[in-house]
């Protein structure tokens, strides 16, 4: 659900026109009680539009925001219509690219200050499992997995693992049925992304030497192939028999490439403008 808040009467009318062109968006005018309302609607996952100054969104909502990775979406436009800005959950709630459609509608300025919004991101695919899991569990599980994350099987780069699992039949013919690459790392390797971890199981450790396989090799594998740092878009999830998780990496910009607004200035100063 997608709630569109107003308080002023000019917001009001920015606000009609919104819930006109933007499907399942219900309208909310100057809602009471305020406070609790939005709050009710963010904890329950309600995508929401607001169109009010920005410091009242942050202190409504900054004692129920948990973390990027379960807050939905939230933009805040000003009355005007003039500027559109992704408060929260940029990358993993699709707060970024909601507010750029949302932007396009209203031939307004897009206003994003997360990392490299522009950039597209890499996707690798961390799994683990025990040993003889077959393929159909395991595309079950990614399938879900993928689902959780909000991305497409199009999207990923890789299946990777630890490498004693660089033998696993499933996860070969998985990523083979898929016409995706199936890496594996040592530990050594994978312990060097051991503070980004969400997770970390002791017994896993003993056993293996990482203190868990699916999220360690989506970091390490996502970071490498960037050459940049990686994050988790989706911590482990576990059934009866496997692991998964996922984790993301942008691209570092070319050395010495010039961002497109000093691009625009240089040549507005050649042109005389």
């Known amino acids: 659900m997608i709630r569109i808040v107003a308080l002023t009467e000019t917001g009001l009318r920015l606000a009609e026109y919104l819930v006109d062109h933007i499907d399942g968006s219900t309208l909310w005018y100057r809602p009471k009680p305020f406070t609790d309302r939005l709050r009710e609607a963010f904890t329950e996952g309600d995508r929401l539009l607001l169109i009010m100054a920005t410091g009242i969104a942050v202190r409504t909502l900054a004692p129920v925001i948990d973390n990027k990775l379960v807050d939905p979406a939230v933009l805040v436009l000003d009355e005007s219509g003039h500027f559109v800005i992704p408060l929260l959950s940029g990358h993993e709630g699709g707060a970024n690219q909601w507010a750029c459609e949302v932007a396009t509608l209203l031939k307004a300025q897009l206003v994003v200050t997360t990392a490299k919004p522009y950039l597209a991101p890499v996707y690798s695919v961390g799994m683990g499992c025990e040993r003889g899991c077959t393929q159909d569990h395991l595309r079950a599980h990614l399938d879900r997995c993928l689902d959780l994350a909000g991305i497409g099987l199009s999207q990923v780069t890789e299946i990777t693992s630890i490498d004693i699992k660089a033998d696993e039949v499933g996860l070969i013919a998985l990523a083979k049925s898929l016409d995706i690459p199936f890496r594996t790392w040592n530990k050594r390797l994978l312990t060097t992304v051991?503070?980004?971890?969400?997770?970390?199981?002791?017994?896993?450790?003993?056993?293996?030497?990482v203190y868990g396989v699916a999220e360690s090799a989506a970091l390490y594998g996502a970071g490498l192939l960037t050459?940049?740092?990686?994050?988790?878009?989706?911590?482990?999830?576990?059934?009866?028999?496997?692991?998964?998780?996922?984790?993301?990496?942008?691209?570092?910009?070319?050395?010495?490439?010039?961002?497109?607004?000093?691009?625009s200035a240089s040549k507005n100063n050649e042109s005389g403008n």
Do not use: M
Not at 194 to 204: A, T
Not at 240 to 263: D, N, V
């Open 227 to 263: 050459g940049d740092s990686a994050e988790l878009i989706l911590t482990k999830q576990k059934t009866s028999k496997a692991t998964c998780a996922i984790a993301r990496s942008f691209p570092l910009q070319q050395s010495g490439q010039e961002p497109e607004w000093l691009k």
């Open 194 to 209: 051991d503070h980004l971890l969400n997770s970390r199981s002791e017994y896993v450790f003993k056993t293996v030497g």
